[in-house]
């Protein structure tokens, strides 16, 4: 199973940008499909963001998209998450996860989960 760590949570004012991080550990890293979910206080997790193994695809949710870019560096095992132009309703805590499968749009999560990262947009 791959070991998963966020970083670069925070607050933000409405308008602005963060950067999330996450670390990887494991020897096949750059075989899998990376993503980002998050939650929400009351809210069911979804999915925000994913990139194939190549860095070469990317997916996101319609929530985010034009907003939020996702990028990986195979050679330092990383994940991030460029977020711009937050909104308060992008106020969750936001989980890295490893082995995701996305399918016309839909995506599934795989089963390793970092410890999430809180981000927190105010007005």
């Known amino acids: 199973q791959v070991q998963l760590v966020e970083s670069g949570g925070g607050q933000a004012q409405a308008g602005g940008s963060l950067r999330l991080s996450c670390a990887a550990s494991?020897?096949?890293?750059?075989?899998?499909?990376m993503g980002w979910f998050r939650q929400a206080p009351g809210k069911a997790r979804e999915f925000v963001a994913g990139?194939?193994?190549?860095?070469?695809?990317?997916y996101y949710a319609d929530s985010v998209k034009g907003r939020f870019t996702i990028s990986r560096d195979n050679a330092k095992n990383m994940v991030y998450l460029q977020m711009s132009s937050l909104t308060l309703e992008d106020t969750a805590v936001y989980y890295c996860?490893?082995?995701?499968?996305?399918?016309?749009?839909?995506?599934?999560?795989?089963?390793?989960w970092g410890q999430g990262t809180q981000v927190t947009v105010s007005a």
């Open positions: 494991g020897p096949t890293f750059d075989r899998l499909v």
């Open positions: 990139i194939n193994g190549r860095g070469d695809s990317a």
């Open positions: 996860n490893a082995d995701l499968s996305v399918v016309n749009g839909r995506a599934w999560s795989g089963e390793s």
